[in-house]
C-alpha cells in the first residue's frame, strides 16, 4: 500500500520552531518532487514549499522565504519542513504530496498525486 505520512506538528509559540516529516511507506520517494501544502480553516489549499527529485531544486512561497527550509533524507525515504520564527498565521493543517514532474511554481494541488493524511500546526501564545 502506498502512504505518505506527515508527522512533528504541534501547538508552539511565535518565534518557535517545528520540524515536520514526510514519511513514504509502500514506495521510494527519490523519483518524486515532493511538495508542502497547508490549508488553513475556510481558506484554500496553499502551496508553502517543494523539493525537486533530481537536482535539488526548491521552491519557497514568499510568505515562508527565509523562515522554512525543505529537505529530502533518501535513505530514510522521508522529506523534512524545518519551520522557524513561525507566526500565527502558519497555523493550519499541512499536507505533503508527490508530484511526477519538476514544476517551475509548484503551487498547484492538482500538480500533485498522492498526499497524506496531515498534520496540524498551531502557532500561538
Known amino acids: 500500500q502506498l502512504q505518505l505520512v506527515e508527522s512533528g506538528g504541534g501547538l508552539v509559540q511565535p518565534g518557535g520552531s517545528l520540524r515536520l516529516s514526510c514519511a513514504a511507506s509502500?514506495?521510494?520517494?527519490?523519483?518524486?518532487?515532493i511538495g508542502w501544502f497547508r490549508q488553513a480553516p475556510g481558506k484554500e489549499r496553499e502551496g508553502v514549499s517543494a523539493i525537486s527529485s533530481s537536482d535539488g531544486s526548491t521552491y519557497y512561497a514568499d510568505s515562508v522565504k527565509g523562515r522554512f527550509t525543505i529537505s529530502r533524507d533518501n535513505a530514510k525515504n522521508t522529506v523534512y519542513l524545518q519551520m522557524n520564527n513561525l507566526k500565527p498565521e502558519d497555523t493550519a493543517v499541512y499536507y505533503c504530496?508527490?508530484?511526477?514532474?519538476?514544476?517551475?511554481?509548484?503551487?498547484?494541488?492538482?500538480?500533485?498525486?498522492?498526499w497524506g493524511q496531515g498534520t496540524q500546526v498551531t502557532v500561538s501564545s
Open positions: 509502500g514506495f521510494t520517494l527519490d523519483y518524486y518532487a
Open positions: 504530496a508527490t508530484a511526477t514532474t519538476w514544476y517551475s511554481n509548484p503551487t498547484r494541488p492538482a500538480d500533485f498525486g498522492s
